[in-house]
């Protein structure tokens, strides 16, 4: 079974930083498609950003030019950079990986089979 693990949140003032990680444990019947998804209270599961199987990445409209996703192949782990961070960026954020996603889907929850445990991210206004 795929394991997801998700690490780096915290609490940081407003225009702060951190970096979020995922490590995937075990093995895949075909490459995979990693993304970050995030859910305030009240509110539904948003994608953030995700990466293609070829490389290719997405972003939300609400954090481009501020997040940036990459990944690891070699140490089988995702990661996310945050800067210039908001109070609205504020949820709890998830790793998320499927062998296969369509490339007009990638930040759609419901296209993903495995899911970390998620990670806390609040911003202070």
């Known amino acids: 079974q795929v394991q997801l693990v998700e690490s780096g949140g915290g609490s940081v003032q407003s225009g702060g930083s951190l970096r979020l990680s995922c490590a995937a444990f075990?093995?895949?019947?075909?490459?995979?498609?990693m993304g970050w998804f995030r859910q305030a209270p009240g509110k539904e599961r948003e994608g953030v950003a995700a990466i293609d199987v070829d490389g290719s990445a997405s972003y939300a409209d609400s954090v481009k030019g501020r997040f940036t996703i990459s990944q690891d192949n070699a140490k089988n782990t995702l990661y996310l950079q945050m800067n210039s961070l908001k109070p609205e960026d504020t949820a709890t954020y998830y790793c998320?990986?499927?062998?296969?996603?369509?490339?007009?889907?990638?930040?759609?929850?419901?296209?993903?089979?495995?899911w970390g445990q998620g990670t806390q991210v609040t911003v202070a206004s």
């Open positions: 075990g093995h895949w019947f075909s490459r995979q498609c």
């Open positions: 998320a990986a499927d062998p296969q996603v369509p490339w007009w889907s990638l930040l759609r929850a419901p296209e993903y089979d495995y």
